[in-house]
């Protein structure tokens, strides 16, 4: 029940992006398509996931006062290995995200959930916050992504999706970084008066 | 672990980076052939689809190629053979200019009774706006170069007739970057026959023997090949230069 409630805390209750409103940088700089969205929000995931393990096992172990600076050691190790393995066997992949990989080790979400869930909470719900976490994570990027790739290039995943005859002209700012401003904003805003209505009697 | 004994913390953050750096090592020792060969790959993949040839030589020093201009340079050269017979060359420049950066752009080009011309061009690297300048890679953009000479330029708004190359709408930057960069991948592979200083580092370079053998000696762009045959350059060069 309890492993149940931790993954739906990260998907929904405890969104990384729309709730928590972590991990800012890579939303909005690599939802310009559904495929980039969908590479970099798995490849946090999994890295979110190994370090939550590894930092749950560890976390009896390192002291208290060199944490920050062991959890951070962990994490880039992970991303390193994810951006090598990317370069592997996924070069288109790891072409498209490019920079954003190294940035996974910067992104608050992965350091946030080490801090506040792994380094209190037993392997196995770790490895579930993380999974948690990293599927909320990749599924509202995947949401931006879909909005600025539908309204700024009139495809998804790359494929064009209005018929010629409607004469679709894309908005190309939704690619821009201001579109992912507004696309972020307007789903937020969205998302704040949808819970707003459940929420306020308890506030 | 509730300690504040600086000699015990120094020593485990010393042994989890250790451990972190073994665990990179070993991944980096298994991911790095792998990597070596996706780069090698979608080179010999993209010299193919640039040029029509059997056969591509091996890359010629270019550190002596001088370009009239600037912001612009050769990485790379090669011949293109198809029944050992030079048919052109592929020239892959990297131009500083993009508005994202460096775009790196290899180009195919023909070479028919002495006159170059772009076959196909194949965009290595590039990092422009995606939607704008990135639709540089789209093939409606790349297909324009073919057929055209050196000195392509860069016609906005479209109707773009003789040498020129229609913009990408609200990429002219982008537009223009790529276009110098097939410009100087033309005058780098014009320079293999005319520029003697390039044709010192054919030699210097030819040393290790190529696959193609040099049976064409008599044929139009036979030279570079040549430079294989060690006493045989001289001669050739001079021969070369008086027929171009």
Redo the contacts between chains.
Sequence with gaps: MKSIKTILNGLLYENPTFILLLGMCPTLATT??VSNAVGMGLSAAAVLICSNIVISL?R???????RI??YI??I??FV??VQ??L???L?GLY?SL?LYIPLIVVNCIILGRAEAFASKNSVWLSALDGLGMGLGFTCALVLIALVREVL??GEILGMSIFPEAWNFQ?A?IM??APGAFLTLGVLLGIINAVRGRGGKKNA | MKTSNPVVLALVLFLITAIVTFALAFVNSLTEPVIAMNTEQKITEAQQAVLDADEFSDDFDTSNIRLSETGVSVDALKLGFTDGECVGYVVTTTCSEGYGGDIQVMVGINNEGGENTVNKIEILSLSETPGLGANAQKDTFKDQYGGKEAGITVKKGGGAAGNEIDAISGATITSKAVTKAVNAALEAASGVVVSSDFTESVESESEEPESTEPESVESESAEPENADIGDAVPVEVGEKAEVE
């Design positions: 310009t398509g560890l009896k172990l390192i002291p208290s006062k060199i600076a062991a050691v962990i880039a190790g390193t290995v090598m393995a370069e592997a066997y070069p072409e490019g700024g290039a894309p190309s690619l821009l």
